[in-house]
């Protein structure tokens, strides 16, 4: 009997490590925590410890005999086994925030600055031109600068970031209208006025655990103020400026309104 309770429980720890795995992949909520590359990878683990706790439940039984100390002993073991690796995982999952908190963002630090960025390598030479010469494609029909109905560039903090360092990237979008989808965060530094705020996404190589807030500066007069974290969507001009001895992205504002969450809260 002792056995029969103790291949229960380890069939029930997988059982409930299993389930959160795949509940984790089907709600979407894996990809706050993990690169699109790896989130199949969660589904298949969630799956195989729902199929190995099937295993283990119809396995026959190993412990025959044996004194009943030494039987309790190792069923209380279990058990205590069982508590630790299964209530805080469903304490976690049920208390844990969808998307960073505000304290988590500052204290990740605001990234502006593309060679902050995990394996950003600058270029070491200028873009080549076409093989007959001709200038590069117009950015009114290049497939990997969309647009909205109204014409105007659907960019991520990530694009301007990557501009404002390399020269070649920065001639497509300075001077023209960009729409962005971001969380508003107030500006700590460079707003004497008062007038700027940082529009953030967070960007995500592998997981969450180097995940990193990357921010563009937007300027809107008058000022505007949001809840820290909300979503907006800003529409406004790209320029690139020169502060603090370095160029930095800015998005002059026409419009700040809330807005839904994108289908991609990160940025990979």
């Known amino acids: 009997m002792t056995a029969l309770i103790q291949r229960g429980i380890t069939s029930g720890i997988l059982i409930v490590w299993g389930i959160l795995l795949t509940y984790f992949y089907s709600s979407g909520r894996v990809s706050a925590y993990l690169s699109p590359t790896f989130q199949p990878w969660t589904l298949a683990a969630g799956l195989m410890l729902l199929i190995l706790s099937v295993i283990v439940w119809f396995s026959p039984s190993t412990v ?11 069923l209380g073991g279990t058990i205590f086994s069982g508590v630790v690796l299964t209530i805080p995982l469903v304490l976690a999952t049920i208390v844990s925030p969808s998307q960073f908190s ?20 600058p270029p070491v030479e200028p873009a080549l031109p076409t093989q ?29 970031i990557y501009a404002a360092e390399e020269k070649s990237l920065r001639a497509d979008f300075e001077n023209k209208e960009v729409e962005m989808i971001g ?46 974290m909300s979503w907006v969507r800003v529409v406004g001009t790209a320029t690139f400026p020169v502060e603090g001895g370095r160029v930095i992205p800015l998005v002059v504002a026409k419009t700040v309104k809330p807005s839904d969450p994108p289908e991609e809260a990160m940025i990979y």
């Open 132 to 160: 007959d010469g001709t200038p590069g494609q117009d950015i009114a029909t290049n497939p990997y600068m969309p647009r909205n109905a109204d014409g105007q560039i659907r960019a991520e903090t990530i694009d301007l």
């Open 183 to 228: 969380q508003f965060m107030p500006a700590k530094s460079n707003n004497a006025k008062g007038d700027r705020f940082s529009l953030v996404r967070m960007y995500m190589v592998c997981c969450a655990a180097d995940a990193r807030p990357t921010a563009v500066t937007v300027q809107m007069d008058p000022a505007v103020k949001m809840e820290e």
């Open 102 to 121: 505000a304290s988590t963002v500052l204290n990740r630090g605001l990234v502006s600055d593309a060679n902050s960025l995990p394996g950003y390598k």
């Open 64 to 74: 025959t005999s044996g004194d009943a100390p030494s039987l309790a002993k190792g």
